[in-house]
């Protein structure tokens, strides 16, 4: 266990101890602050003050809409994990400090870095995103597999706002957005560590579909398909694995985070008849896939719900659609047999893409979903609706699975590459839609490497198998 993590759990314990410091005891207990009063973030105040955290901006006052800055921080964070002292002075910009003390207890601790060598700009305001990278380190906070935000894309701290909305203590500005480099308020802060420390905003759990669910079955102890070779030299047994989405955000297809803030909207569509009505949580400038495709799916992660749209489009009249497709993720049941989706095969997308964070996080516990130039006038399970192109049994059926084969070696292989081929082997790969032979898709991410994602382009069609899926079904 980290010192940090032993701070915490040595203060947790002590607040078990001491019942004054909890949530729902601080509205007994009369603050010195005489301007915190109606304020939204007031029981939050209250409880750092409680806790011995925070002493306010002057003797009643706690200047809940001043910003935080990088000093301040540090004094909340050495006080709240009571972190142990220091004889190194890391800095020599924090000299005239009254909080330099802490500012040498937090770097200390590995929590920060500085704004530059030598330097922590102790009396620069704390940003957002600066904020998530303190908490993050300060609370070893687990990784997230979700991007949340469609406006921290270009941020170096990205990884840390994911951190910090999937352990509950922000769920951003508003309208799917983080505001990453506004700046934190003292206010802000107190609801940020009173939520970090005693838990008190952890969202729903709201998984890509249930663990039974075929998406997520592992594959790799099932027999190969007696047509293997054959399906596989269909598709192109010399062309080469293509991961279709990279550090580019206008290539792969991108998910926007919803929940029930997000306004509906009704959408109309040109295969109304196999498609759900809606309404759709649309946000106000929703991230959608390049080309002509344009896919836009919403992640609502509140009702755990997933809604698809197929070549999506704002008009004059309002939104339209291909097709659309919404998802009860709690539920293994399938879209009627001969509907489509936002997909061909009539499939949900978003549980078949590469996302970035799960990649980082070291596993990919679930199928990819990829394309395939020709395919079959006929569907398997789980699919439930095709767009072939012949009814010849050389030609893949939408629906089918491939897997790496367990021979492949992965050696000088990055770790993040191994990551998705072990992924392949494990979970495979599902035929969802017609396209280019052998291309995989994922969530366009600034931080993937495209360097490493190039290593995937050196296998082929040759290195997978079709597997014998005739018994598999969602429990």
């Not at 659309?324 to 399938?334: E, F, V």
């Amino acid at each position: 266990m980290s010192l940090v993590r032993r701070s915490v759990a040595t203060l947790l314990a002590g607040m078990l101890l001491a019942p004054v410091l909890t949530t729902a005891s601080v509205t007994a207990v009369a603050s010195p602050f005489r301007d915190i009063g109606g304020h939204p973030f007031e029981n939050d105040i209250v409880w750092l003050w409680q806790s011995g955290i925070t002493g306010g901006c002057g003797a009643t006052a706690f200047c809940p809409n001043a910003p935080v800055t990088r000093e301040q921080m540090a004094s909340f964070l050495t006080r709240a994990l009571d972190l142990p002292t220091t004889a190194t002075d890391f800095f020599t910009d924090d000299e005239q400090s009254a909080h330099e003390g802490a500012i040498n207890r937090l770097a200390a601790s590995g929590i920060t870095g500085g704004c530059a060598p030598g330097r922590f700009c102790p009396r620069s305001s704390v940003t957002r995103e600066q904020m998530a990278s303190f908490l993050a380190r300060a609370f070893d906070l687990a990784a997230g597999t979700i991007d949340y935000f469609n406006d921290d894309d270009t941020s170096a701290h990205q990884t840390d706002i994911h951190r910090l909305a999937a352990s509950g203590i922000t769920g951003g500005c508003g309208g799917s957005r983080f505001c990453p480099r506004g700046n934190v308020t003292r206010g802000q802060m107190a609801a940020f560590l009173h939520r970090a420390i005693a838990g008190t905003s952890k969202p729903p759990a709201c998984r890509l579909f249930p663990a039974t669910n075929v998406w997520n079955k592992r594959i790799d102890a099932l027999p190969v398909a007696g047509n293997s070779s054959t399906l596989v030299a269909t598709i192109g047994a010399s062309a080469h694995l293509h991961p279709d989405f990279g550090s580019y955000l206008g290539y792969g297809i991108p998910i926007n985070v919803v929940g029930s803030g997000t306004p509906r909207s009704h959408v109309s569509f040109d295969y109304d008849d196999e498609s759900d009505a809606g309404p759709y949580p649309i946000p106000s400038s929703p991230r959608i896939e390049g080309g002509s495709d344009r896919h836009l799916l919403m992640w609502d992660l509140d009702a755990c719900r997933l809604y698809e749209l197929f070549a999506a489009q704002r008009t004059a009249s309002g939104w339209q659609a291909g097709s659309g497709a919404i998802w009860n993720l709690a539920s293994n049941a399938l879209r009627p047999d001969g509907w489509t989706s936002a997909d061909a095969a009539g499939l949900p997308i978003l549980p078949g893409l590469v996302r970035f964070d799960e990649v980082a996080s070291g596993a990919v516990n679930h199928a990819i979903r990829f394309t395939a130039p020709e395919t079959r006038s006929a569907h398997i399970y789980p699919a439930r609706h095709h767009a072939g192109s012949g009814a010849s049994s050389s030609l893949p059926p939408m629906g089918m699975r491939v897997r790496l084969k367990a021979s492949f070696d992965m050696s000088g292989l990055s770790p993040r590459v191994r990551v998705i081929l072990v992924a392949m082997q494990r979970y495979g790969m599902i035929l969802a839609d017609n396209g280019s032979p052998w291309y995989f898709t994922g969530s366009s991410d600034i931080r993937w490497s495209d360097e490493e994602l190039d290593q995937l382009k050196s296998l082929r069609g040759a290195d997978f198998e079709v597997v014998d899926t005739s018994g598999l079904v969602s429990g």
